[in-house]
């Protein structure tokens, strides 16, 4: 085994055979499970469990009270807040293994999913996508947009740096803090170069 180079509290229970990139950190009381892949500079706050086969991509933030269950990949600098939660069966029972029928979810690059949100597995949130505290998810999310209640409803779109973007009669915004310039054609948003 090669040298150790991220933090891991020493509450933090790492099995082996984990994947874990450079400058990664691991909180108090976390549990890596063996056959989890985790991308370079993630952070994984206090009490988070990663479940075999799970991916983060790079520069990950899991917040505290989270648990990823197989099925789960996370794109390049996701955040998830704390307590958010992840399925990976539709119909689970107790009585009834139900463990080939995982649903994978897929997380896109960016995205952000609020504290104590539940995103039901089998749906996949775009890139940027903003998903609001509370928020539970029935249906896949595109990318840039912003989503909150019970069921998750889209009330509009997000800027790359988490900013509400404006559209106007051009279908045109800017997001405020970086100047990019956005687009919204055909329902979809897009970032112009």
């Known amino acids: 085994m090669s040298e150790k180079n991220y933090f891991a509290h020493e509450t933090a229970v790492i099995d082996e055979g ?4 450079e400058n990664v950190k691991i909180w108090h009381f976390s549990h890596l499970m063996s056959g989890c892949r985790i991308g370079n500079g993630c952070n994984l706050g206090q009490n988070v469990v990663v479940s075999p086969r799970v991916v983060l991509g790079e520069n990950c933030k899991v917040q505290n009270n989270v648990s990823i ?7 390049d600098d996701v955040f998830l807040g704390p307590s958010m939660v992840f399925t990976n069966v539709i119909n689970p029972r107790s009585a009834i293994d139900r463990r080939n029928e995982y649903l994978e979810t897929l997380v896109g690059r960016g995205a952000t999913i ?3 949100a ?5 749906n996949d949130i775009g890139a940027f996508a903003f ?8 249906k896949s999310v595109p990318p840039y ?3 909150v209640g019970n069921p998750a409803r889209k009330i509009g779109w997000m800027s790359e740096y988490g900013h509400k973007l404006q559209f106007g009669e051009n279908n045109k915004a800017i997001c405020p803090e970086s100047g990019d310039n ?4 055909g329902g979809k948003v897009s970032k112009l170069s």
């Open 145 to 147: 947009a912003l989503v």
């Open 131 to 138: 998903i609001g505290a509370g928020a539970v998810v029935t």
């Open 118 to 122: 539940t995103i039901v597995c089998g």
């Open 182 to 185: 956005y687009i919204l054609k």
């Open 18 to 21: 984990c994947e874990i990139g």
């Open 69 to 75: 269950y197989t099925g789960v990949i996370c794109e």
């Open 114 to 116: 609020g504290a104590n």
